[in-house]
């Protein structure tokens, strides 16, 4: 009932910023939370940052740096990433919460190298 669609990876290098950005379609009346995931080859997917309400949470290696943000009718999600670090290398996925079940993007690849 909800698709998310991601944009807004790349290449960039150590200390510099990205913006992503997901796009919710379908029912999106019915999303109570939406966040980003990210996933590091051979590593679990884990929770980057969280939006629910006017309440935001994030992962204790990226809080200072990144921020979450939604529109009011929760279109669109967005993540600003800042200081980037090597480690912040993944596959990004928006992620979208609600009563009928769980919804992934398909992820946008970032990489932070110099």
């Known amino acids: 009932q909800v698709q998310l669609v991601e944009s807004g990876g790349g290449l960039v290098q150590p200390g510099g910023s990205l913006r992503l950005s997901c796009a919710a379609s379908?029912?999106?009346?019915?999303?109570?939370?939406m966040g980003w995931y990210r996933q590091a080859p051979g590593k679990q997917r884990e929770l980057v940052a969280a939006?629910?309400?006017?309440?935001?949470n994030y992962a204790d290696s990226v809080k200072g740096r990144f921020t979450i943000s939604s529109t009011s009718a929760k279109n669109w999600v967005y993540l600003q990433m800042s200081s980037l670090k090597p480690e912040d290398t993944a596959v990004y996925y928006c992620?979208?919460?609600?009563?009928?079940?769980?919804?992934w993007g398909q992820g946008t690849q970032v990489t932070v190298s110099s």
């Open positions: 992620n979208a919460e609600s009563i009928w079940g769980t919804y």
């Open positions: 379908g029912r999106i009346f019915s999303i109570g939370a």
């Open positions: 939006i629910r309400g006017g309440s935001t």
